[in-house]
C-alpha cells in the first residue's frame, strides 16, 4: 500500500464527508473548519491518497491555551470503509497517526489529540504509535442517535412513555414553535440557563459567527406561550444529519424544551436527514454525572446509543503534561 498525506481544498473535503457511508459529524465539514478560523484558529485540512484516490480525511484545528499547544482531530479522521474497524484499514490509520505527529512537531504543538468516530477494536494501533487516553474529552466519545428513516408515527411509538405524553402535550398547550435565526430569544434564556445550572457558556460571539457561517443549516427553535419564550435550542444540520448543538430553557411544568426539539427532528426528516444527533450523553450508571438529567431527557425521544474510543493524546513536548494535571484536575472537579 502506497499512501501519502497532503492538504485538500474544503470542497474535496465536503465532496468525501458527502459520500462517506461510516460514522460522521459535522466536524469534519468545511463549515466547521470555517467557523473555527472565524475564531482565529489555524484551520488544516488533509486527505490520505492512495495513489490520486483519497482513502481518507482529517480536518483539525491548532488550539493554543497557556498551558499548551495542540493539534485537535475533531471526530476524524474518517477514513473509508469504517467503522466498524477491519484490519485492512490498520494500515491506514497506521500512517495517519504517524504522518499527524509529524504535521504537529512542524506546527510547533506540545501534542496532538485526536477525538475518533471509532470502536475500541483499533485502540491497539494507538498504543503502538505511543498516544494514550486524553484527561478530558473535547467532543463527546457516547452520544445518542435518533434514526429518521422511521415515520413519524413510529417515531412518536417509540419514544419514552413519558416524552411521547409530553410532545403530545405540546399542541395542547397551546405552546408555538417558531423557526429561524433568532438570537436575541436565545441568549435571553441562554444566559438565565446559564447562570441557573452554573457553567460556563459558549460565547456570544461565537454564536454570532455560526450562524454566519452554517447560513440556513444554523437555526433556532423557540417555543412560546402568549407571546413569551420559554425556551430554545441551536440546532445545526447538514445534508446528513441535524445537530443538537445548544439547548437553553427556564423552569416550566409545560413541555417548551421538547417542543423545540420536536420541531428540530422534523425539520431534519423534511431536509432528507437520516439521523438526528443528541450529542453528549452521561454514562447511565453514572447518576452523579453533571449531565444526568439533560441525557435522561435526551433518552427519552428515543434513539441509540453511540460509543467511541476516548480521545487520545500523543504528547510531543514535555510541556504537555503541564496540560495533563490541569485537565485531570478539572475532570475530578466537574465530576465526569
Given at each position: 500500500?502506497?499512501?501519502?498525506?497532503?492538504?485538500?481544498?474544503?470542497?474535496?473535503?465536503?465532496?468525501?464527508?458527502?459520500?462517506?457511508?461510516?460514522?460522521?459529524?459535522?466536524?469534519?465539514?468545511?463549515?466547521?473548519?470555517?467557523?473555527r478560523?472565524?475564531?482565529?484558529?489555524?484551520?488544516l485540512?488533509?486527505?490520505v491518497?492512495?495513489?490520486?484516490?483519497?482513502?481518507?480525511?482529517?480536518?483539525?484545528?491548532?488550539?493554543?491555551?497557556?498551558?499548551?499547544?495542540?493539534?485537535?482531530?475533531?471526530?476524524?479522521?474518517?477514513?473509508?470503509?469504517?467503522?466498524?474497524?477491519e484490519?485492512?484499514?490498520?494500515?491506514?490509520l497506521?500512517?495517519?497517526?504517524?504522518?499527524?505527529?509529524?504535521?504537529?512537531r512542524q506546527?510547533?504543538?506540545?501534542?496532538?489529540?485526536?477525538?475518533?468516530l471509532?470502536?475500541?477494536?483499533c485502540?491497539?494501533?494507538?498504543?503502538?504509535?505511543?498516544?494514550?487516553?486524553?484527561?478530558?474529552?473535547?467532543?463527546?466519545?457516547?452520544?445518542?442517535?435518533l434514526?429518521?428513516?422511521?415515520?413519524?408515527?413510529?417515531?412518536?411509538?417509540?419514544?419514552?412513555?413519558?416524552?411521547?405524553?409530553?410532545?403530545?402535550?405540546?399542541?395542547?398547550?397551546?405552546?408555538?414553535t417558531?423557526?429561524?435565526?433568532?438570537?436575541?430569544?436565545?441568549?435571553?434564556?441562554?444566559?438565565?440557563?446559564?447562570?441557573?445550572?452554573?457553567?460556563?457558556?459558549?460565547?456570544?460571539?461565537?454564536?454570532?459567527?455560526e450562524?454566519?457561517?452554517?447560513?440556513n443549516?444554523?437555526?433556532?427553535?423557540?417555543?412560546?406561550?402568549?407571546?413569551?419564550?420559554?425556551?430554545?435550542?441551536?440546532?445545526?444540520?447538514?445534508k446528513?444529519?441535524?445537530?443538537?448543538?445548544?439547548?437553553?430553557?427556564?423552569?416550566?411544568?409545560?413541555p417548551?424544551?421538547?417542543?423545540?426539539?420536536?420541531?428540530?427532528?422534523?425539520?431534519?426528516?423534511?431536509?432528507?436527514?437520516?439521523?438526528?444527533?443528541?450529542?453528549?450523553?452521561?454514562?447511565?450508571?453514572?447518576?452523579?454525572?453533571p449531565?444526568?438529567?439533560?441525557?435522561?431527557?435526551?433518552?427519552?425521544?428515543g434513539?441509540?446509543?453511540?460509543?467511541?474510543?476516548?480521545?487520545?493524546?500523543?504528547?510531543?513536548?514535555?510541556?504537555?503534561?503541564?496540560?495533563f494535571?490541569?485537565?485531570?484536575?478539572?475532570?475530578?472537579?466537574r465530576?465526569?
Amino acid at each position: 500500500m502506497s499512501l501519502k498525506i497532503q492538504s485538500i481544498s474544503p470542497n474535496q473535503l465536503q465532496e468525501f464527508y458527502d459520500n462517506f457511508e461510516g460514522v460522521k459529524t459535522f466536524l469534519q465539514t468545511p463549515n466547521f473548519g470555517n467557523f473555527r478560523e472565524q475564531l482565529g484558529e489555524k484551520n488544516l485540512r488533509f486527505g490520505v491518497f492512495e495513489g490520486n484516490t483519497i482513502v481518507g480525511i482529517a480536518q483539525c484545528q491548532k488550539i493554543s491555551a497557556r498551558r499548551g499547544t495542540f493539534l485537535h482531530v475533531a471526530h476524524g479522521p474518517l477514513i473509508l470503509n469504517s467503522p466498524p474497524f477491519e484490519e485492512e484499514l490498520e494500515g491506514v490509520l497506521e500512517f495517519f497517526l504517524k504522518e499527524i505527529k509529524t504535521i504537529g512537531r512542524q506546527e510547533q504543538c506540545d501534542f496532538v489529540r485526536i477525538s475518533p468516530l471509532l470502536n475500541n477494536k483499533c485502540v491497539q494501533c494507538f498504543k503502538k504509535n505511543n498516544y494514550r487516553p486524553a484527561p478530558l474529552h473535547i467532543n463527546p466519545n457516547r452520544t445518542w442517535v435518533l434514526d429518521l428513516t422511521q415515520s413519524e408515527d413510529d417515531l412518536l411509538k417509540n419514544m419514552r412513555k413519558s416524552t411521547r405524553y409530553e410532545v403530545r402535550r405540546i399542541e395542547k398547550s397551546g405552546i408555538k414553535t417558531t423557526q429561524g435565526q433568532d438570537l436575541e430569544t436565545f441568549w435571553k434564556l441562554h444566559s438565565k440557563t446559564a447562570a441557573r445550572q452554573k457553567f460556563v457558556p459558549f460565547s456570544r460571539k461565537s454564536t454570532e459567527l455560526e450562524m454566519e457561517v452554517f447560513k440556513n443549516d444554523c437555526q433556532m427553535f423557540s417555543a412560546s406561550l402568549e407571546g413569551e419564550p420559554f425556551a430554545s435550542s441551536v440546532i445545526l444540520y447538514d445534508k446528513h444529519a441535524g445537530y443538537y448543538h445548544q439547548g437553553a430553557s427556564v423552569l416550566h411544568k409545560l413541555p417548551f424544551a421538547h417542543a423545540t426539539l420536536w420541531a428540530a427532528i422534523l425539520e431534519a426528516k423534511k431536509r432528507g436527514c437520516t439521523e438526528f444527533n443528541f450529542w453528549g450523553v452521561s454514562p447511565e450508571e453514572n447518576k452523579d454525572h453533571p449531565w444526568t438529567g439533560l441525557s435522561r431527557f435526551k433518552r427519552g425521544f428515543g434513539g441509540e446509543e453511540q460509543l467511541f474510543l476516548e480521545a487520545q493524546d500523543s504528547p510531543l513536548t514535555k510541556k504537555y503534561w503541564i496540560n495533563f494535571a490541569v485537565e485531570k484536575y478539572r475532570k475530578w472537579k466537574r465530576h465526569y
